[in-house]
């Protein structure tokens, strides 16, 4: 059984930093492609970056040059260094797993982490 859980969220002023950490038990990350998604109140699940098997990263537009993605293999851990951030980047964060490649579509993710909250205050 896997289990991602998320940590780092909380409130931030606008420009400021969080990273933010996604931990995994019962499956490998290196073995798995792994996004973050986001969503805000009333809004869809929305795509911001992710790590595919191989160690590649991929960013959404909205997020590219700001947010960093990365991956510990010794830890099992995932980052999400998210720097210049905006009230526009406020939402629930999560890390969500699937088998081979990286996709946008959340819906082709299984495995999901319960959500940090990140609040960017203007």
């Known amino acids: 059984q896997v289990q991602l859980v998320e940590s780092g969220g909380g409130l931030v002023q606008a420009g400021g930093s969080l990273r933010l950490s996604c931990a995994a038990s019962?499956?490998?990350?290196?073995?798995?492609?792994t996004a973050w998604f986001r969503q805000a109140p009333g809004k869809g699940r929305e795509y911001v970056a992710g790590?595919?098997?191989?160690?590649?990263?991929g960013y959404a537009d909205s997020v590219k040059g700001r947010f960093t993605a990365s991956r510990d293999n010794a830890k099992n851990t995932v980052y999400l260094q998210m720097n210049s951030l905006k009230p526009e980047d406020t939402a629930v964060y999560y890390c969500?797993?699937?088998?081979?490649?990286?996709?946008?579509?959340?819906?082709?993710?299984?495995?999901w982490g319960q959500g940090t909250q990140v609040t960017v205050s203007s």
């Open positions: 790590i595919s098997r191989g160690g590649t990263v």
């Open positions: 969500a797993t699937r088998p081979n490649a990286v996709l946008l579509d959340p819906s082709q993710y299984n495995s």
């Open positions: 019962g499956r490998t990350f290196s073995t798995y492609a």
